[in-house]
């Protein structure tokens, strides 16, 4: 809207030269021409300005982005593999780093297998009747911290969202939805966008599209449904 503005101010700006070209007495034209073409000149810098600031925006919070993503894609497979082992997500950072260093992660193995089924045997004049059962079986464990960091130790910080706002933090979340463990991390686009133009944060909150990311902030997964994914366009992450 405000591209439209100055450039509608300087369609009318043209128009008043024209008018002035046409109507003025010649010994003033000159002073007021002069005016008007630098009026015409400012405002054209203006809107320049403004679209190259926009396209600037554009491009600085996509790289921001794309750090909080890689970060948020570190706490889903954090508290992915946290409910693995604990049967529910992690509610704190403190849980969940504590979890990463010094936890494992069972391997399994599933196999099927024969074995007597007693109730149909009975029930068929003690005649053998079989039932295929599936058993698991533990063959190893992985340390958290080897398997999903490999060897990296940048789940101790991972509570920090890394840009924009100087010590800005993610906000963590995690119950149960009919029973059903859930859990979501966010963090305000403005926090992540912190030191740019109001007008543009305020426009990029409102965002829609399914290339970038949806909302007022920047998260993964969610309280109000069973749901893992993040709210952002698949060109966003370097890990998914």
Do not use: C, H
């Not at 007693?118 to 533990?138: C, P, Q, S, Y």
């Not at 463990?181 to 133009?197: C, N, R, T």
């Amino acid at each position: 809207m405000i591209i439209a503005a100055i450039i509608g101010i300087i369609i009318l700006t043209i128009l008043i030269v024209w008018l002035i070209d046409k109507f003025v007495p010649k010994k003033l034209k000159p002073v007021i021409n002069l005016v008007l073409w630098a009026l015409i000149i400012f405002l054209g810098y203006i809107t320049f300005m403004s679209v190259y600031k926009e396209i600037q925006f554009n491009q600085l919070k996509v790289e921001r982005y794309k750090v909080v993503i890689d970060r948020l894609v570190d706490i889903r497979d954090s508290q992915v593999a946290y409910k693995e082992v604990k049967g529910e997500y992690a509610g704190s950072f403190d849980k969940l780093i504590d979890f990463v260093e010094n936890d494992s992660i069972p391997i399994t193995q599933r196999r099927d297998t024969l074995v007597l089924d007693e109730e149909r045997t009975r029930a068929f004049g003690n005649v053998e009747t079989m039932k295929t059962i599936t058993l698991i079986d533990t063959l190893d464990y992985w340390n958290v911290k080897d398997s999903i960091f490999k060897g990296n130790s940048r789940y101790k910080s991972m509570a920090d969202v890394g840009i924009g706002k100087p010590g800005a933090k993610f906000k963590l979340e995690a119950g149960k939805l009919d029973e059903i463990p859930v859990f979501e991390v966010s963090v305000d686009k403005a926090i992540v966008l912190d030191g740019q133009e109001k007008y543009l944060i305020d426009k990029e909150k409102q965002a829609v599209s399914i290339a970038g990311v949806k909302g007022e902030s920047v998260k993964i997964g969610s309280m109000q449904e069973v749901n893992t994914s993040g709210n952002w366009g698949k060109d966003l992450s370097n890990k998914e």
